[in-house]
């Protein structure tokens, strides 16, 4: 079986405030690209996780990787031998960790079906997980665990992914929030909200990774409809109205910054 780990975007994420908890509420419209990390499973006496591709190497402790915890989660009559091809790099906005998770519950959904309560197991792996287990694009709420459908009049719109190939981890991004809800997602089909939204945190992760507005300014001198940042960060994404656009400005950007990392596709339904 082979399962893509599909790049999560947030198109907009607006912070509301912070709980009690220490977590944050938010407001985000989730996106998903048509590629990311690549997992192949095969059945198997134990489980088993093998990790192979460009980042690999960042990923060196076994019970630390979302893969594995899903893993544990799941409840099965037999292992599974996965593969996991680490396509996207850690700790870079696009949910790369959440994405494999949600791979492996789909993974697990064909082979033995799910829980009734795989959201909430789901949920505790982490707040995109939920998301990235469904894979299409839809408004999450609270602390990104609750989510709603969304008329999704974007698929199929080019994407350009590009990092700096800088990790930048949730935590400290968050604390550099200035507190301010600034209000929340705009009603209307998935362009509206991308066209009047916002994300409360590129300012803070652009005061702990200046190159974040480098490299914004190097989409915006393409010719994109829209560009912004992922998440948390770092990984920044422009959308396009034809793909040849967009190859356009992928050549434009591995000629200007060729230690970049980017990553082409589209948006999925």
């Not at 509301?16 to 985000?28: A, F, K, L, S, V």
């Not at 190497?57 to 019970?63: E, G, W």
């Not at 356009?248 to 082409?264: C, G, N, T, V």
């Amino acid at each position: 079986m082979r399962e893509i780990a599909y790049a999560k975007i947030n198109l907009a994420l607006h912070v509301r405030r912070r709980r009690e908890d220490g977590y944050h509420d938010i407001e985000t419209l989730f996106a998903f690209v048509d590629v990311g990390d690549v997992l192949e499973a095969t059945p198997a006496p134990s489980d088993q996780l093998t990790i192979v591709g460009e980042f690999a190497s960042q990923l060196t402790d076994p019970f630390n990787n979302l893969v594995t915890k899903a893993l544990g989660h799941l409840s099965r009559s037999e292992g599974l031998r996965l593969t996991l091809e680490k396509n996207l790099p850690v700790a870079a906005g696009l949910g790369g960790g959440s994405a494999d998770a949600g791979a492996v519950f789909r993974i697990v959904d064909q082979l033995h079906g799910l829980p009734d309560d795989w959201r909430t197991r789901a949920a505790k792996l982490g707040a995109d997980v939920p998301a990235c287990v469904e894979s299409y694009m839809c408004v999450g709420s609270a602390t990104g665990t609750e989510l709603t459908p969304i008329n999704n009049d974007l698929a199929a719109t080019p994407v350009l992914l590009v990092n700096p190939r800088i990790p930048l981890a949730t935590g400290p991004v968050f604390a550099g929030w200035d507190g301010i809800d600034r209000g929340p997602l705009p009603d209307g089909p998935a362009s509206a909200i991308l066209r009047a939204g916002r994300n409360d945190l590129q300012p803070s992760a652009i005061t702990i990774v200046p190159q974040i507005g480098q490299l914004l300014a190097s989409l915006n001198a393409t010719d994109a409809m829209l560009t912004r940042m992922s998440g948390s960060g770092a990984t920044c994404f422009a959308l396009y109205a034809t793909e040849e656009a967009r190859e356009a400005a992928a050549r434009k950007i591995a000629a200007e910054h060729p230690d970049w990392w980017q990553l082409s596709g589209k948006l999925r339904p």
